[in-house]
């Protein structure tokens, strides 16, 4: 894989004189266009010891506007990183949509690194490699072009490179032990990366191979993929735009309509099999409740000294007593320790990144709880249902968020997700009695008087998502909650027995 990038290349002066300018200009016109584009550009720089990818980042700062740059290097993680998945700070890091983001010893490094140390097996290597295609995937179906540059010397390349900088006092501090230790496994490093680049090199987030021995060369190299690789995405996205446009506009032939694959309107869905006659007697429910947010104190603090972390999701019908549910949990809990976050319609700020972005950032530390007042199924439930997501973009989320979901418990999350049910009838019920109480009536809308015209259609949206998204170590919690005294104790009892399940193995 790497002898094309051996071969000694090698720009003149005179040469690089004559390229650089015209293709620098051309990089900085494309640059202020993509500032209007619907797209973010992510370019990652991985490879040798030596082999100029610091300098390239810095010279690309030098020919572009760095005010629409960001640039990201990573070393171990920090006490705040290390206490979220391996991918949080990543996520945290991104460049909206019109920027550049020049990432540095990134996603990469460590699965590479701790392959050359046996620190992990060949079939673990092999995992991590599987996510990150995950991640990179989820980048690029949401529009992003992910630009990967492996900057490679060959093994007495990188020695005449280590020795270089170590010898000029101004760049000796650049070269520690650890790179030498690094040159002496050379062949390692070479397998595993060769295996990383070979898996991970597919789809619309090829691998660029660049031969770093020369400064001329690699710079040219690099300036002129990237200029490619902007133009080529942006025809791309163009293309794609009027073929859907098009396919949107073209009259239908009602004998060549396929079969969906799902019915829209089931009669059956899983929210019409459960039984929303359950209900608890009030004094039942008070001491039930009591006893509840006492268990929940004591686990949630054994949780914090364990530093198992907790989120929450509800997603329900509107006036299917969400609120109502969380505000049971907050006394069981130390305020100090946990947060709610309510979902609303993205801002424009969020607007300008992935989906999960926002919902990245509110993952919490070790021991801490985090209930989210709507969450991220809103791609496959309103997004869907209104329109606001392509089919194609809210069929691929299914993927997406289980793959977010295996991160949070991976990295030690008790994850609870709670669909609140309520009938058409008592819905109705309640939204004429917020609109007969003064203290309430902020919470009805037009907009949620609407949204009982699509009943069907989002019932349909919740049985597939409940389908696609119910897993063994992620499963949905389906709320009877025509009686809000039983909605909230089953709620709370959920909590705890997942916290309580977490803490047992950890205590083992």
């Known amino acids: 894989m790497f002898d094309t990038a051996e071969l000694d290349r090698k720009v003149s002066k005179h040469d690089y004189a004559e390229k650089a300018p015209p293709l620098r200009q051309e990089l900085l016109e494309t640059q202020i266009q993509l500032t209007k584009e619907p797209f973010p550009v992510i370019v990652l720089f991985g490879g040798v010891d030596g082999a100029g990818k610091s300098e390239t980042i810095n010279l690309l700062h030098e020919w572009l506007d760095p005010r629409w740059l960001i640039a990201r290097a990573y070393g171990e993680p920090t006490e705040e990183a290390a206490q979220r998945p391996a991918f949080w700070r990543y996520w945290r890091d991104l460049p909206p949509k019109g920027r550049i983001g020049f990432f540095l010893s990134a996603w990469y490094s460590d699965p590479i690194l701790n392959r050359v140390q046996n620190a992990t097996t060949e079939a673990e290597f092999d995992e991590s490699l599987d ?30 490179r280590l020795k270089q900088l170590e010898d000029d006092p101004l ?71 009027i073929g859907e446009a098009e396919a949107l506009s073209a009259p239908v032939d009602v004998d060549r309509v396929p079969e969906l694959s799902y019915n829209p309107t089931p009669e059956v869905t899983i929210l019409s099999q459960l039984d929303m006659s359950l209900a608890i007697p009030k004094p ?54 946990s947060q709610v976050i309510p979902i609303q319609k993205p801002s424009s700020e969020e607007n300008k990144y992935h989906y999960l972005w926002r919902f990245w ?49 991976h990295n030690q999350t008790v994850l ?35 949204n009982r015209e699509k009943w069907d259609a989002y019932e349909a949206a919740v049985n597939e998502m409940v389908e696609r998204s119910s897993t063994h170590r992620a499963r949905w919690t389906l709320v009877e909650a025509n009686d809000k005294r039983y909605a909230r104790i089953k709620v709370l009892e959920t909590i ?11 205590r083992d």
């Not at 990967?148 to 390349?157: I, N, P, S, T, Y």
């Not at 619309?204 to 710079?219: F, K, L």
């Not at 997603?315 to 305020?335: F, Q």
């Open 361 to 409: 950032r509110h993952i919490p530390l070790a021991g801490r709880v985090t209930i989210f007042d709507r969450s991220w199924y809103g791609r496959v439930l309103v997004e869907r249902v209104e329109g606001f997501a392509t089919e194609v973009e809210w069929m691929r989320a299914y993927a997406e968020i289980n793959d977010f979901e295996d991160q949070l418990i």
């Open 131 to 160: 996510q990150i295609l995950t991640f990179e995937k989820a980048l690029a179906d949401d529009g992003a072009l992910v630009v990967k540059f492996w900057m490679h010397l060959g093994r007495e390349a990188q020695h005449r």
């Open 496 to 506: 705890c027995s997942g916290l309580e399940d977490a803490l047992e193995n950890v």
């Open 284 to 337: 039942e429910y008070n001491e039930r409740l009591e006893k509840l947010q006492g268990r929940l104190d004591q686990l949630s603090r054994e949780a914090r000294d364990r530093g198992v972390s907790t989120v929450c999701v509800f997603e329900g019908w509107d006036a299917a007593g969400k609120g109502g549910a969380i505000r049971r949990i907050i006394p069981g809990l130390d305020a100090r320790l």
């Open 416 to 450: 609870c997700k709670f669909w609140m049910n309520i009938t058409k009838e008592e819905q109705e019920k309640r939204f004429e009695r917020r609109q007969s109480l003064a203290h309430k009536q902020w919470k009805l809308t037009e907009e949620d008087w609407r």
């Open 171 to 241: 760049t000796q501090w650049r070269v520690k032990e650890k790179d030498w230790e690094n040159w002496e496994r050379y062949d390692d490093f070479a397998d595993a990366a060769e295996r990383a680049i070979s898996k991970t090199s597919r789809g619309p987030s090829p691998w660029h191979i660049v031969e770093g021995a020369d400064e001329r060369y690699r710079t040219l190299s690099v300036a002129g993929t990237l200029l490619e690789r902007i133009r080529r995405h942006r025809k791309v996205l163009e293309a794609k735009a």
